[in-house]
């Protein structure tokens, strides 16, 4: 699928950008990538602050900002002067989405006061991003990704037992922030779309940890238990966790007892799958050590690949655990079309991973380059300028 501006299932919905880092600018870029104009707000001097958040760095920007800020146009406007306030409230009356993540009581956040924006433009829907929202204890802290992944407890479930707590590799506090106020914002254009009203949108970091919890908070709940951490273990099944072969480690994931006894035929331990202790998932989850003893002994017999390969012929969930060199050069990966490459005006082929979701079958292409800092101002503001008065004669 083809996106360029007019195009895609967000066509003619116009985003004015103010956000900056990791959580609003994925949003944005995501409705980009699905069709939306999206126009990215830089202050003058440096810009997004990702843009020097290398090395790497191709051309002039980190590679960082390269791999968040795709399908979007860059103008500088400064938000502190009354200048760029006036031209960004022009871009607002005729924009579909605001997408912000101000701290809570900043002075920008005074300046575009929602409850104002709101009355003024009643048909904008804006999406608010902090890390730990607008009200509570926590609401004046700073916040970054690492932050919010410790504040939140996904540190406390991260990491082998006994041993240092460990963030997630991935950006699980401003990734998860950014999918929900995504969300929440395509939720609320729906809803115009009824009603012709806008509307504010917030979420926050620690907000979005929490709802990620899922079963570890419903098994908190119900036995009140603290939770640590597991390794690469799982709190509900066993086994569903990494295990070492001859050469190397890869995963195993026995989803119900039918599945348990295919593992035990396949690394020829019948002893196993004749015991009652683990004939059942609370038998195993009860027995947790002394299964994966036995488990660690067996699996070291065959290498990585033998053993998915023989576990993939007999139906049991397995994998081996692939570096990202691998999982980019897999044909699975080429197959989905999930590696694009766009034209930089300065860098040349920037490769770039896809919008994950497809549109009666085919993916969003990517379509338009990470824009370099301003590139985008003799286009983009002459039309938000006040147009000088015309003399009469």
Partial sequence: MNTPHGTGPLAGIKVVDLSKILAGPYATMSLADMGAEVTKIEHPEGGDPTRSWGPPVKGTDATYYLAINRGKKSVTIDLKSPEGQETVHRMLADADVLVENFRPGSGLQRIFDYKA????????????????????????????DMIAQAAGGLMSLTGEPGGPPLKAGFAMGDLGASLFGIIGLLAALLERSRTGKGQYVTTSLYESQLALHVNWATNYFADGVRPGPLGSGHPNLVPYQAYQARDGYFV???????????????????????????????????NRERLNIELGKALKAKTVAQWCEL???????????????????????????????????????????????????????????????????????????????????
């Fill in 311 to 393: 576990f993939s012929s007999r139906g049991i969930p397995a994998s081996p655990i692939r570096g990202l060199d691998e999982v980019y050069a897999h044909p699975h990966t080429a197959a989905l079309d999930m590696l694009q490459t766009v034209e930089h005006p300065t860098i040349g082929a920037l490769k770039q991973v896809a919008f994950p979701v497809n549109f009666a079958g085919q993916r969003p292409q990517v379509r338009i380059a990470p824009p370099e800092l301003g590139a985008d101002n003799d286009t983009v503001l002459p039309t938000y300028q006040p147009q000088p008065a015309s003399s009469g004669h």
């Fill in 252 to 286: 195993i994931a026995i989803g119900n007892d039918s599945l348990w006894q295919k593992l035990c035929a396949a690394i020829d331990r019948p002893d196993l799958g004749a015991d009652a202790d683990l004939a059942t998932n609370n038998g195993r989850l009860a």
């Fill in 117 to 144: 924006l709101s009355e003024r433009y009643p048909h904008l829907v804006i999406l608010h991003i902090s890390a730990f929202g607008d009200h509570g204890p926590l609401r004046d802290e700073p916040g970054y």
